[in-house]
Structure formats: structure tokens, C-alpha cells
């Protein structure tokens, strides 16, 4: 069965410091992962996703995923946290093709320290 | 969350009572989903739609009921049978391709 799983509940970092958000899946045929952001009492925006080709994803604010096939991960970084990126994340996998069902980790809260 | 709509952005509900949830989109995506947060538990898909007037079940579909009469309209009713429905309601829609877009929510609180 496709999981994903996001092994910290939270992290905290200091502003300007490098920061990363763990994510490991696991699926059947190709990965189709993808991760949002989450500021209280609002919907999910969409940061970034992987389908196929470069395993450095570049995406919005600032952020990037490295996806590795060999250890099933896609982990989110980005070079230098900003107060303002704190909030929780999310990384999903969508199901194998034709269903296109979505599985979501159980989030990360980031938390920023100025 | 900008072309989609979600109604109202706070309900409560009395024991007993259906509710019915809002999604309008205007992005003219084909397929639709509902999806329910609860804390520490992420995001569980409760019901979704690829193409008008048709649905599927996802995983906790259990005292709720979707309907899709129109491309841009998703209504959620969760009905008396729901019976811990205190949860934060997202709505997403894709069109062709494996981006989901979500709505703003509306949050559920039973009396």
C-alpha cells in the first residue's frame, strides 16, 4: 500500500539558518510527490512537485526538494529560513496511475525562531 | 486558494442535523475532492469526483454524500450518521494534470 510518512511533528530553526522537512514514501511504480504549506485556519498552497526528470525541484518562496530514489525520500530545504515560513507542511504522493488519489503525510510544524 | 470557494468558512451543527458544505470553483478543473483535518492526523480524502455526475468513495466516506450535477459545484452534506464530525473541511480540484488546488475551508463544530 502507498504511504507517506513525515517523521518530526515539528521543527524548529533559527531565522537564516537552512532548513529541512523530511518526508519518505512508499509506492508502487513511479512516485508522483508533491508538497504544500499551511498557514492556520487555511487551505493548502502548493509549493512544489516531482514527477520525473531533475531530482532538485525548485518551487515557491525559496524552497526546493531533493527527491532520492534509493532511499525513498523528498526531503523540502530551503537555504535560509525566514520567520514568515513558519507553518505546517505537508508532502503527499499521489496513488498509482488512473486513480488519481492522493495520500497526505500526517504534516510538520516549522517553526521559525527570530 | 484563489478560484476556489468554499461556504460558509464556520458551521456548527446540532446533534441529529444534516449540513451541507460548499465548493465552487471557476477554474474549469475536471476533477474535485473533499478532505478532512483532524489535528495530528493530516489530510483523509472522503470523497472524489474526475468527471460530472460522477463520485467515488475514498477512505472515510462513512456519513457523508457528495453530489457533482455541475463541473464547477462539489457540495459535501455530512448527515446525521457522521457521528464525530468536528473537523476542519478542505475542497481541492485538479484539472488535467497531478496538482491539486485547495480551497480555504470551512470548519465544522458540533454543539
Known amino acids: 500500500a502507498q504511504s507517506v510518512a513525515q517523521p518530526e511533528d515539528q521543527v524548529n530553526v533559527a531565522e537564516g539558518n537552512p532548513l529541512t522537512v523530511k518526508c519518505t514514501y512508499s509506492?508502487?511504480?513511479?512516485?508522483?510527490l508533491f508538497w504544500y504549506v499551511q498557514y492556520p485556519n487555511r487551505g493548502l498552497q502548493f509549493l512544489l512537485k516531482y514527477i520525473t526528470g531533475d531530482n532538485l525541484v525548485k518551487g515557491s518562496y525559496g524552497f526546493e526538494a531533493e527527491f532520492n530514489k534509493s532511499q525513498t525520500s523528498f526531503h523540502l530545504k530551503k537555504p535560509s529560513a525566514l520567520v514568515s515560513d513558519s507553518a505546517l507542511y505537508f508532502c503527499a504522493v499521489r496513488e498509482g496511475s488512473g486513480t488519481y488519489k492522493y495520500i497526505f503525510g500526517t504534516g510538520t510544524r516549522l517553526k521559525v525562531l527570530a | 486558494d484563489g478560484g476556489i470557494t468554499q461556504s460558509p468558512k464556520y458551521l456548527f451543527r446540532k446533534e441529529g442535523q444534516n449540513v451541507t458544505l460548499s465548493c465552487e470553483q471557476n477554474?474549469?478543473?475536471?476533477?474535485m475532492y473533499w478532505y478532512r483535518q483532524d489535528p495530528g492526523q493530516g489530510l483523509r480524502l472522503i470523497y472524489y469526483?474526475?468527471?460530472?455526475?460522477?463520485?467515488q468513495k475514498g477512505d472515510i466516506a462513512e456519513g457523508y454524500s457528495v453530489s457533482r450535477e455541475k463541473k464547477e459545484s462539489f457540495p459535501l452534506t455530512v448527515t446525521s450518521a457522521q457521528k464525530n464530525p468536528t473537523a476542519f473541511y478542505l475542497c481541492?480540484?485538479?484539472?488535467?494534470?497531478?496538482?491539486?488546488?485547495f480551497g480555504p475551508g470551512t470548519r465544522l463544530t458540533v454543539l
Open positions: 477554474l474549469n478543473h475536471d476533477a
Open positions: 469526483s474526475q468527471i460530472v455526475n460522477d463520485f
Open positions: 509506492v508502487s511504480g513511479n512516485p508522483y
Open positions: 481541492a480540484s485538479r484539472l488535467s494534470g497531478d496538482t491539486q488546488y
